[in-house]
Nanobody
Framework: QMHFVESGGGLVQPGGSLTLSCTAS????????MGWFRRPPGKQRELIAQ???????TYTDNLKERFTISRNNGNNMVYLQMHNVKPEDTAVYYC????????????WGQGTQVTVAS
């Protein structure tokens, strides 16, 4: 069974930085593209960054200047460094695989809350 544990969220002031971590298990992590998703308050969950098994990243256009996704295949972890955060970055952040089609509701972790406020 797949399992995702996100951590590192919290309250951060605008302009600040934060690094999120995710530990994944239950599937061949080293050969799977991974992504960070977020669900802002009252909105749908959206993919914001992804990274191939070999470490090539892709970002939503308006985030690539502030966010950095990375991974460590040795310990099944994926990271999201967030810089110059803005109030609109407030959301619950999740990691998951990048697959064709929707991800089942039961295949998500709890996520980690990021709140950007002064």
């Amino acid at each position: 069974q797949m399992h995702f544990v996100e951590s590192g969220g919290g309250l951060v002031q605008p302009g600040g930085s934060l690094t999120l971590s995710c530990t994944a298990s239950g599937f061949p992590f080293g050969t799977t593209s991974m992504g960070w998703f977020r669900r802002p308050p009252g909105k749908q969950r959206e993919l914001i960054a992804q990274i191939t098994e070999s470490g090539d990243p892709t970002y939503t256009d308006n985030l690539k200047e502030r966010f950095t996704i990375s991974r460590n295949n040795g310990n099944n972890m994926v990271y999201l460094q967030m810089h110059n955060v803005k109030p609109e970055d407030t959301a619950v952040y999740y990691c998951n695989r990048i697959i064709v089609g929707p991800i089942s509701d039961g295949d998500w972790g709890q996520g980690t809350q990021v709140t950007v406020a002064s």
